[in-house]
Each structure stands twice: as C-alpha cells, then as structure tokens.
C-alpha cells in the first residue's frame, strides 16, 4: 500500500510560481510512473503531467512550457514546478502513482492563483 502526501500549495498572485511535491512511502518509488492531475471547482478532475519510472514526461496543453515534473527516486519524491501561474491553474493538485493495473492518490494540495 503505498502512501502519497501532497504539500507546496499556496495563494499566488497571477505570473507567480510554486513547486508542489509529492511524498511517498509504504512502496517501491521508483517502480511507478507518477501523474499530477488537478480539479477546479465545479469541474472534472483533469490530467495535468506525468513522469514514467524511466524519466519520460508528458504534459496537458495548458501545463506545456510553463509546468515541468520531476521525480527523485532517492527521496521518494515527486515534483511538479509550475510557472507564470494564470487564475486557470486554480485547482486542488493531486499525485497519482500507477504500476500493475493499480493506482493510488493523495489528498492534494490547494492552489489558487489571484489576478
């Protein structure tokens, strides 16, 4: 059973930054391609980033070229650094880990970004 704890969110103003991170335990790290997914209010929770166990990354068209994921295997660890932040990317931001047909979530972690 593998464990995710979400932190690094916050109230930033519009063009601001923030990294979030994604700590895990209870399970092999590294064994696991890790997702960042968001849900605004009112809305479906959407696909925001993901990083493979072997590096590669992928982002949403609303996350390219101002969001970029990261991951430590040694820390066990997760990132997401988001950029140029727009009232858009106002959201509950969730870790997701897949490996094996299964899936775990954290709680998530509350940006909001004023204009």
């Known amino acids: 059973q593998v464990q995710l704890v979400e932190s690094g969110g916050g109230l930033v103003q519009t063009g601001g930054s923030l990294r979030l991170s994604c700590a895990a335990s209870g399970g092999i790290f590294s064994a696991y391609d890790i997702y960042w997914y968001r849900q605004a209010p009112g809305k479906q929770r959407e696909w925001v980033s993901e990083i493979t166990t072997g590096g590669t990354t992928n982002y949403a068209s609303s996350a390219k070229g101002r969001f970029t994921i990261s991951r430590d295997n040694a820390k066990d660890t997760a990132y997401l650094q988001m950029s140029s932040l727009k009232p858009d990317d106002t959201a509950v931001y969730y870790c997701?880990?897949?490996?094996?047909?299964?899936?775990?979530w954290g709680q998530g972690t509350q940006v909001t970004v004023s204009s």
């Open positions: 997701n880990a897949q490996a094996l047909n299964t899936a775990y």
